[in-house]
Structures are given as C-alpha cells and as structure tokens.
C-alpha cells in the first residue's frame, strides 16, 4: 500500500534542504555576507542550490543587488517584489528581467549593489551547473523512485518543480510581508511591512523571522527573543563548528 505519510516527510525535507541553502547560502552569506563561506562549504550548497532550482546565470550579483534594493525600497513602488503593489499571479511571473515586472534589476541597481562582488567559477560551474541550471532537480526523480516507486514518481513530476519555484517564492514573497507580527527597533525604515510569519523559525530555517530581520539585516541571527526560535541560526553553529562557515556579523 502506498505510504503518504512518507511522501509528505520527503517533500518537507526537500523544502527544507531548499531552505537551508537560501537562507545560510544566497541570503545570509553572499546577500548580506554576515558570514564568511569556505570554498568546500560553497562546494556543497552550489550542488544543492542546482538540484533546488536555485541556481542561474550571474546569480550572486543578481540576487545581492535585488535584495539589496528591497531593504533599501521596502514596500514602497520600487520595491522589487513587495507584495503591496504586485498580485500574487505577479509574484509568480519570475522568468524574465524587464522594467515594469516584479523582480527587475536594472544596471544601475547592479552598479550601485552588486559591482563589488569577486565570482570565482570552479569547473562545475562551467560544465555542469551553467549549461544544466535548469535540470538539476532531475537528480530527485531517481531517488524519489527508488523510495517511493512509480506512484512517487508520478507524483513527483507533476509537483516537484512547482514546489521548488513558484510556491515557495509566492510564500515568502507575499506571506513575509502580509501575515503575522511586526517587531520594532533597529533600522526598519518607513512603509516597511516585513512581519514575522511565526516565532519557530523551522519550516524556512528562520526565513519566518523577517520582521526581525529587517530590524537587523546586519545580523546572522534572526531569532531575537526567547521564545523564538530560528533553525538556520542552529545549522550555522554546527558549520561554525566544523569550520565551514564563519559569523562575520
């Protein structure tokens, strides 16, 4: 008999190990670099950020100068991606860069957020994630197979994709900004609306702290009282520990 209970297990995982490189990788560490990541550590999330869909042409620069202009123009017209002047149907509207449309970029965002930046590509990045960047999540289906069977593969092909992508940007994109609780303090600037989805910060490795964050968008941590927790904070500790990544901030 076909088990859902462990179908449901293993698509949270997914989400989650999606999460967790979001959250430590692209948005703690090379965003709003408040960690420092060795070059094994950047080894491993680049492999998990190709399998979970995250992973495009120029994307550091791309997501380092996006963010950047959404803290600075939170919730005001120029905010890439704030749900007070987008739908949700926009919101889902994420492969493209043109003015006018959510997520856009333009040069002088880049040039004002983003031209620091060194990229150093390895020979993955030339052979394997660039010219595959979009068929990473692939290397679930075999997997999924194995575990699950046909019935989990058919499952899987319709909705794994849409889970990795479009869901889960429309969830954090508009949900951030439109459901739970603000905070107060730190540098939080007019309009912004940025709330705290939930104080136990696990289904999105702390990523459900935004409110806080954008209190302290300087801070590697994301929890702030006792009663919060943020499991992304957690898993940071333990690479601290390995010495695979370093707090900075």
């Known amino acids: 008999m076909f088990d859902w209970y462990w179908v449901f297990v293993f698509y ?3 989400l989650h190990c999606r999460a967790a490189v979001l959250t430590i990788y692209l948005h703690r560490g090379i965003i709003h670099e408040t960690l420092v990541i060795t070059s ?22 791309f997501l380092k100068a996006q963010h950047s202009k959404h803290h600075d123009e939170s919730d005001k017209p120029n905010d890439p991606h704030s749900p007070y002047y987008y739908t949700p149907k926009q919101l889902l509207d994420i492969y493209h860069n043109e003015p006018g449309r959510p997520y856009y970029v333009s040069p002088e965002d880049f040039a004002k957020y983003s031209s620091h930046m060194q990229i150093n590509e390895t ?13 990473g999540y692939w290397l679930w289906y075999p997997i999924i197979f194995c ?9 899987s092909i319709v909705i794994l994709r849409y889970l990795l992508t479009e869901l889960y940007l429309l969830i954090s994109n508009f ?3 439109k459901i739970g609780y603000k905070t107060k303090g730190g540098n939080r600037r007019d309009k912004d609306q940025a709330r705290n989805v939930f ?10 702290l935004h409110s806080n964050h954008h209190n302290f968008p300087g801070s590697a941590k994301f929890s702030r009282r006792w009663f919060e927790f943020d ?14 990544v370093r707090v900075r901030h």
């Open 199 to 208: 104080p136990i910060g696990i289904l999105f490795a702390g990523e459900e």
């Open 12 to 14: 949270f995982l997914i």
């Open 231 to 244: 499991m992304g904070w957690f898993y940071i500790k333990i690479l601290e520990k390995l010495k695979l």
């Open 40 to 61: 094994k550590a950047e080894a491993i999330f680049k492999f998990f950020a190709w399998t979970n869909c995250l992973y495009f042409d120029n994307y550091k620069k």
């Open 123 to 135: 020979w993955l990045d030339k052979n394997l994630y660039q010219p595959y960047q979009n068929k």
């Open 175 to 177: 949900g951030y900004h």
């Open 147 to 155: 575990l699950y069977g046909p019935i989990g593969l058919l499952i």
